[in-house]
């Protein structure tokens, strides 16, 4: 059973340009979300996925928008790129059930922008 | 508006003894916690939970206390070992929800 993956590992990009952030999901899990660390912090929920729908969204601009895959991967998409941005990207899946919601993390992206 | 706070960026314990983690919370309306260890270059990983109903959810070294009358939890490890040194979050959530709220973060040091 494979694990959470993530790629690409680190990211460097300027300001305005657009990135794509790519989430490989454990086997069987039919949800993803996606988590943005800024240094010091912990991470900020920016939306989730569930069978191919979204399905909630903190509080993120909608340049930030995703995709979920029918084998359930994942993709971050995030344009006009502010030096704010510049943060650890986290995907998460999870088998959703009722009562618990227990995550699976992949390592994250490190995306720099300048 | 943080929602879930963890006061303390770092905590340093001697191998052995009892490492305590805090968390503060907010909202009323969560009803599940977890919490979660960070090592450099992973993602965090899934620790150990409580839902609202209990106050108390015990895991080998780890225990979870809930104190909802004070919207606080706490992690207990006993005994600490060096390879605990990690990061810690304490997350929230709203079962039924979609979404896990995080608090910043309590950096580990077990001294050997």
């Known amino acids: 059973e494979t694990g959470v993956t993530q790629s690409p590992t680190h990211l460097i990009k300027t300001r305005g340009q657009q990135v794509t952030l790519r989430c490989s999901s454990q086997s069987g899990h039919n949800t993803v979300s996606w988590y943005q660390q800024a240094l010091g912090q912990g991470p900020q929920f920016i939306f989730q996925y569930y069978r191919e729908e979204e399905n909630g969204r903190g509080n993120f601009p909608p340049r930030f928008s995703g995709l979920q895959f029918p084998n359930y991967s994942s993709e971050l998409n995030v344009n006009a790129l502010e030096l704010d941005d510049s943060a650890l990207y986290l995907c998460?899946?999870?088998?959703?059930?009722?009562?618990?919601?227990?995550?699976?993390f992949g390592p994250g992206t490190r995306l720099t922008v300048l | 508006d943080q929602q879930v706070k963890q006061n303390s960026p770092s905590l340093s314990v001697q191998e052995g003894r009892i490492s305590i983690l805090n968390c503060d919370y907010t909202n009323s309306m969560f009803d599940y916690f977890l919490w979660y260890k960070k090592y450099p270059a992973e993602g965090p990983t899934f620790l150990i939970s409580i839902s609202s109903i209990k106050d108390k959810n015990e895991d080998g070294r780890f225990t979870v206390f809930l104190n909802k009358s004070a919207k606080h939890l706490s992690l207990h490890i006993v005994p600490s070992q060096p390879g605990d040194s990690a990061v810690y979050f304490c997350?929230?959530?709203?079962?039924?929800?979609?979404?896990?709220?995080f608090g910043a973060g309590t950096r580990l040091f077990v001294k050997a």
């Open positions: 998460a899946s999870s088998l959703r059930r009722e009562f618990i919601n227990e995550q699976f």
């Open positions: 997350a929230a959530e709203n079962t039924g929800g979609f979404k896990t709220i």
